[in-house]
């Protein structure tokens, strides 16, 4: 059974648009939900209980998270995978019954407002989370800048926004190292790092700092902490992105071959990813990028191909670049 993570006052446990993997059930303390009502949009807060479930639609449906979770207490939460939560719940009718139950609350409330939303353009994912971003930023929040641009940078490392994120990223550090510069004169407490939701603190941090090295452009120096998280092999999770990030790396430091070896093995190795469309994208680009024109055309109509895809960046991109390159044929 996973053990509990503590989370303080004013930490996120996740933000709205980021990947589903886990869900979350909330022991002590006290965590509420933020989501942008469609009709007024104004913030709306949904308290979690202790002993409720939440986060559940997102990962058991595999889609970004609609909502933010923010921790109004000290709070003890206990993280699940899908199939943890699947083996729980079914030893635990209660459990279904309770869902049930919030999930009958979040329809009624969905169907009195979907003649509005019928009307209300949809914000994509990726550009709700950069938005939560620049609202951190605005205020002067820079742990939690700093965490939701490293989150953007990881799920959509391909994104429109990415050089924005990546500067935004840059400007949350420096002011985060500048704050504990002076503080630290003063014997005052430096600021708490970026909230993580992992029960590794040591590999999380250390992933995004790898992250954080992408975004300054030192690929080399990137692909060298991906390495050592991969080696250490400590949680499946981080080694699997981190495996992921290194096929990343292997792309922007022009190393195309090596690209298609590594994702090659990856896509084998990790067929549940849940960015793997975006790891077949770098595999096509890399072929583009050798003049494997063909091969190209072949990843980038699999990604067309797959199914669930029709909302997604990477499956955008490649009709994009598929439309291209047929063109020049």
Known sequence: ????????????????????EKIFILQSGKISLVYTDIETGHDVRD????????????????????ENAVVLADSSVMALTVPEFETLAMSNTRIILKMLKVFSNQMRRVHAQVSSLLEVGEVRPDEGLFAIGEKYLKNKRFAHAKYVFSRYLVHYPSGERMDEAAKNLRLADAALANTAEKTSKHGETPPPPPPSTDGNAAVSDAYYNAVNLISKQKYKEAMEKFNQIIKSNKDPEWTEKSAYETGHCLFLLNKYED???????????????????????????????????????????????????????????????????????
């Not at 053990?3 to 648009?17: E, R």
């Not at 308290?47 to 889609?63: C, D, M, T, Y």
């Not at 050798?290 to 009709?319: L, P």
Request: with cysteine.
């Open 1 to 20: 059974m996973p053990k509990p993570l503590q989370f303080s006052n004013g930490s996120i446990v996740y933000c709205k648009g980021e990947g589903a």
């Open 47 to 66: 308290q979690v209980q202790p002993g409720e479930f939440f986060g559940v639609k997102s990962a058991l449906g595999r889609f970004p998270r609609e």
């Open 259 to 329: 690209c298609i070896k590594h994702y090659a093995k990856f896509l084998t190795q990790y067929k549940e990813y849940p960015d793997i469309r975006d790891a077949m994208f770098y595999v096509g680009q890399s072929f583009e990028k050798i003049g494997n024109k063909d091969q190209a055309i072949v990843w980038y109509e699999k990604i067309v191909a797959m199914s669930g895809a029709e909302k997604d960046a990477a499956r955008t991109k490649a009709m994009k670049a598929l439309n291209e390159l047929k063109k020049r044929r």
